[in-house]
């Protein structure tokens, strides 16, 4: 069966610091992978993604993550933590079942805190 | 361009009431998701739209949970009756999806408590 494991509850992190938010997958197949955000009273914003090609993957608002297959995971980061990057970060990874380009298994998502 | 809209933000009701939650996709998407985040945990799909038809409703909880989408514009999810573990956020997406390489436009999320 598919699943997406992200193993930290939180992660705390001082401003101007760099950030990883872990993340871990088990896939029959390609894995197709995503993150999203989801600030506070906000919806799920998409992050990036990962289909094919290069292991490292560029986002929104200055993250990237790297897709490391012989380790089925796929860690967010960012060089440089942002105060306003507080959130909660969910990593997700296709279901292929049924067809639905869309349809997701999401892990339980890490709240980060940036500290000042 | 409008994104995913969903109504109400929040709603409290009582345990054997009926509640129905609304869903506006992105106009053009034919896709049309619902999911729900129970209690602090994973967010789970719950089913998948192509305009008016269901494509996929594994994820439905039980026969207590019913989703439209008539003319394959917005989606209702109604519960009826409400039980207690219905509690959560239910959060709809949108999609294009003509291909693989595309991603899910979410709404805000519609906070349900039953009490």
């Known amino acids: 069966a598919q699943s997406v494991a992200q193993p930290e509850d939180q992660v705390n992190v001082a401003e101007g610091n760099p950030l990883t938010v872990k993340c871990t997958y088990s896939?029959?197949?390609?894995?197709?992978l995503f993150w999203y955000v989801q600030y506070p009273n906000r919806g799920l914003q998409f992050l990036l993604k990962?289909?094919?090609?290069?292991?490292l993957v560029k986002g929104s608002y200055g993250f990237e993550a790297e897709f490391n297959k012989s380790q089925t995971s796929f860690h967010l980061k960012k060089p440089s933590a942002l105060v306003s990057d507080s959130a909660l970060y969910f990593c997700?990874?296709?279901?292929?079942?049924?067809?639905?380009?869309?349809?997701?298994?999401f892990g339980a998502g890490t709240r980060l805190a940036v500290h000042p | 361009e409008a994104g995913v809209t969903q109504f109400p933000s929040h709603s409290v009701i009582e345990k054997g009431q009926t509640v129905t939650l609304r869903c506006d996709p992105i106009s053009g998407h034919d896709n049309l998701y619902w999911y729900r985040r129970v209690m602090g945990k994973e967010i789970k799909f719950l089913l998948h739209?192509?305009?008016?038809?269901?494509?996929?409703e594994s994820g439905m909880p039980n026969n207590r949970f019913l989703a439209e989408r008539t003319g394959g514009t917005y989606s209702t999810l109604k519960v009826q009756p409400a039980e207690l573990e219905d509690s959560g956020v239910y959060f709809c997406?949108?999609?294009?999806?003509?291909?693989?390489?595309?991603?899910?436009?979410f709404g805000q999320g519609t906070r349900l408590t039953v009490v």
């Open positions: 739209f192509v305009k008016e038809s269901k494509q996929d």
């Open positions: 896939v029959s197949g390609n894995p197709y």
């Open positions: 997700a990874v296709r279901d292929d079942s049924n067809g639905g380009y869309n349809k997701l298994i």
């Open positions: 997406a949108s999609s294009q999806a003509k291909g693989p390489n595309t991603e899910a436009f």
């Open positions: 990962y289909i094919t090609g290069d292991n």
